[in-house]
């Protein structure tokens, strides 16, 4: 049975808490052997035994992950025991996802399991870093000031996300523009105008029947030509995103397309500056914040360049300053800054900085981006429709040069 309670110190403080006793007696032996004096005993509902609703999404968002944390943070600095802070936030929340997650972290303190277990439990919805900083808050005894650093690195990772998307929108209708007008053109406009010259009677030049031809052979299959565009499309879009061996390979493909490789360096470099800071902020030793940073990095080169900066620089008694400046796919800029405030004994103010330098420079990064995207999705679409006018113009010059 679970007991919330309410006791005072010797000195006078007031202690609030939940404890598990097999009845009042047993709690108040609890109480008396920590030296605490019982005001009030009441006993709680237990929340094992929940019921998984197969309906409710289990997903948790961004934005609920970051109402956690700021709410978290903000009960436990005013001295609100886990419990309790956890009862406010199940009545408050209204996601059902959220409210399910909290009832079983409430049920699993209540079976004496550490507080980061049931983040650690539920992978799909946070990350290793997530979880490593609630341990690392717990335990030493600060999970306020964790919180509010989990609050803030994924505000900042959620601000940036919103940034590139933005910045891609106008790029991504202009590129689905074009691909309407393709469609139509090919499988509307241009069998109609192929059949119209084909039954002229006269002979239509070479680069016209080639052009006609193409239009014809795609309105003729069409419901199977764009079935298979559809799948290949979505089918690329899992293999490069959702496999381990095809996101290698998307990194690897965007890291040789001039100026998009900037950004993606740029990505990488911003998010790990961001992660190394916020657990080494939380306490959490150099050698494993580099391990935990690699594997949530999201980009091939990066993760290998800390974990070669951690097993062949840092774990050899090489300084970390030394072990950045030794990996070359960082910039010197970086690198030289870290070895800076290495010495100076705030390097995870410098990566806080750098991780904001970076947010900028991502930004014009990506405007740079979208100002070469624009020109060429025009010209691609502009070279199209030239064709197709061409096919046209050339047969009806031919037929009036000839009367």
Known sequence: MIYHYVASRANGQLIEGDHEARDVNDLLVFLTRNQLKPISVTKVVAASGLKRDLFVSRVISMQDKIFLAKHLALMLKLGTDLFRALDILIEDTGRPAMK???????????????FYVSFEKDKKNFSNVFTNLVRAGEESGNLEKTFDNIALMLTRQEDLRRKILSALIYPALLMFGSVVILIFLTTFALPKIAVAFSSGGFTIPLFSRIVFGVGLFVSKYVFIIFPLLFIGFFGSIYYFWMTASGRKMFF????????????????????MALTLGTLLKAGVTITKSLQITADSSGNEEMKAALIRISSEGIEKGVTIGDAFKREKYLPVTVSSLISISEKAGHLDEVLFTLSNFFVGEIEFALKTVVSLIEPAMLVFIGGIVLVIALSIIVPIYQLVASI
């Open 252 to 271: 690897r493909i965007l890291n040789r397309i001039p100026v998009i490789n900037d950004v993606v360096k740029k990505v990488a470099i911003q998010r």
């Open 100 to 114: 399910l997650f909290l009832k079983e972290v409430r049920a699993n303190l209540e079976k004496g399991q550490p």
